[in-house]
Structures are given as C-alpha cells and as structure tokens.
C-alpha cells in the first residue's frame, strides 16, 4: 500500500519562500504529483515528478528523491492567492490508474 | 474542452433516500475516478474506471454505494438510502493513461443529508 505524511499546516508572508515536504512509503510507484486545492474548490493538478531532482514551472518548483523517499514543493515570491491545500500524491505501479493522496498542508500566507 | 462537469453542485436530502450524482469525464480520458472529501477523512478514492470499466472498487464504503459508467462520456455514483454520515463533497476527476498526467478534477457535489 501507499502511505504519505505533510505537514497540516504552513505558514510564511508574502513575497517569501515555502517548502511544503512530503515523505512516503510505497511499495512502488510512477511519480510523485501535486495539486492546488483553495478552499471551497477543487483540487488543480501543478507538477508531476517521475525521476529524481528538480522539475520548474513558474514559481512552483517540486522535487522528488526515491532513495529517500521524500518529495517537496517550493513555491517561490509567495502572493495572497497561494493561500490554499496543497496534496502530494502517487500513483501506484501496481495499480497504474490509482493514486494515493497525502492529507493536504494549509498553507496560509500573510501580508 | 469544458472540463470535468459534475452534477449537481449542491444536494440536500432527507436521510433515507437515494442520491445520483453525475459525471462528465474530458474527452479523451480513459480514466474515472471518484472521491469523496471530508474535513477528517481527506480525500477518499470510492472507485475508477478504466475504458469504462470497474478497476478498484474497494474505496466504495458501503452496499448503499454503486457506480456506473454506461458509457465514454458519462458515469454515475448513487447512495441509497442516503445517510447523514455520507454528508461530503463528492468530486469526479478523469486522466489519460500516461502516468505524467495529473488528474483533472470536477467542481464537485457538495452533498448534505439531513
């Protein structure tokens, strides 16, 4: 089975940095995802990574190791609009369909 | 492309009856999923489809739940009889079958049973 840990809740000002880590167990997996979700909506897929290092898309970085089982997302020049859930997820090699979600870490940005 | 479009947005019914709810996957995907999303369960995987077929219903918490997909462009999640406990946000979400892409989420059913 999959089984994934973030923190519930992060908190940093605007125009900052934030890391929001994810540490896994898997018994096999594609890649590591993530998504947006702000509150009353519905979650937005953001980055995908299926080999190790660091993949770029805008302000929003993520970044996978398997071999330590740990993947983080880095969302650079905060703004107010990031204030929102942010999920990592995997999809499972046995299962390819079926990904596995993480419970989410609140991030809350401050002025 | 529309997205995924979920129906309806919000449900309110009395404990007891049945509930469907709908899903319009984007054209194309050959993957189906539905979720469900509590403040203390997270997000649930219920059941997926793949080419319209039942993969992995094991999520599904009850008899009371079913699920279909009668075709490409269209699946269903019924309750019944509903239960104040099934009080949740229901989202349908869809992908292809590369393992990059990421999963396209519907608006989802806020659903209430009361």
């Known amino acids: 089975g999959q089984s994934l840990e973030q923190p519930s809740e992060v908190t940093a000002v605007e125009g900052a940095i934030v890391q929001i880590n994810c540490t896994y167990q898997?018994?096999?997996?594609?890649?590591l995802s993530w998504y947006q979700q702000h509150d009353g909506g519905a979650p937005t897929f953001l980055s995908y990574?299926?080999?190790?290092g660091l993949e770029e898309t805008g302000r929003f970085s993520s970044f996978l190791s398997r071999s330590d089982s740990y993947g983080y997302l880095l969302l650079q020049e905060l703004q107010m609009k990031d204030s929102a859930s942010y999920f990592c997820?995997?999809?499972?090699?046995?299962?390819?369909?079926?990904?596995?979600f993480g419970d989410g870490t609140t991030l809350t940005v401050k002025p | 492309d529309a997205g995924v479009i979920q129906s309806p947005r919000h449900e309110v019914t009395e404990m007891g009856q049945e509930v469907t709810l709908r899903c319009k996957p984007i054209?194309?995907?050959?993957?189906l999923f539905w979720y469900r999303q509590t403040m203390m369960r997270g997000l649930e995987l219920l059941i997926y489809?793949?080419?319209?077929?039942?993969?992995?219903d094991s999520g599904m918490p009850e008899d009371r739940f079913s699920a279909k997909m009668p075709n490409a462009s269209f699946s269903t999640l019924k309750i019944q009889p509903s239960e104040p406990r099934d009080s949740a946000v229901y989202f349908c979400?869809?992908?292809?079958?590369?393992?990059?892409?990421?999963?396209?989420f519907g608006s989802g059913t806020r659903l209430t049973v009361v």
């Open positions: 054209s194309g995907h050959d993957y």
């Open positions: 979400a869809s992908s292809s079958t590369g393992t990059g892409s990421g999963y396209t």
């Open positions: 489809f793949n080419n319209n077929v039942p993969i992995d």
């Open positions: 898997t018994s096999g997996f594609y890649g």
């Open positions: 990574n299926a080999l190790d």
């Open positions: 997820a995997v999809r499972d090699i046995t299962n390819a369909g079926k990904s596995t």
